[in-house]
């Protein structure tokens, strides 16, 4: 599984983007996907994730209710809506995929990353 993050960018304190992970081939839909990110000196870390059909969803506390994260297993494509964002959300964002098929949030746990996309959030 190849996967290519996007829609990344500099945006204000309060402002929103979507991100979008394409993936190549024909699994898209057994694999669980996930968003994390990882600051200047920062470990990585868990951002989101949702399951292989998309009925189940789990994100780090930093970002409930202002994260939402969605998928079209149609368009092999995985999304990332960030709404209310603030400085401290900034960070290289990238997309993995997790053969479990199942909600998972270790980094671990995943097999397969994309190269990211940097967000910027100016204040």
């Known amino acids: 599984v190849q996967l290519q993050a996007s829609g990344g960018g500099l945006v204000q304190a309060g402002g929103s983007l979507r991100l979008s992970c394409s993936a190549s081939?024909?699994?898209?839909?057994?694999?669980?996907m996930g968003w994390f990110r990882q600051a200047p000196g920062k470990e990585r870390e868990f951002v989101a994730t949702i399951s292989a059909s998309g009925g189940s969803t789990y994100f780090a506390d930093s970002v409930k209710g202002r994260f939402t994260i969605s998928r079209d297993n149609a368009k092999n494509t995985v999304y990332l809506q960030m709404n209310s964002l603030k400085p401290e959300d900034s960070a290289v964002y990238y997309c993995?995929?997790?053969?479990?098929?199942?909600?998972?949030?270790?980094?671990?746990?995943?097999?397969?990353w994309g190269q990211g996309t940097q967000v910027t959030v100016s204040s």
């Open positions: 993995a995929a997790a053969r479990s098929g199942s909600v998972v949030w270790t980094v671990l746990a995943y097999d397969y």
């Open positions: 081939g024909r699994t898209f839909s057994r694999y669980a």
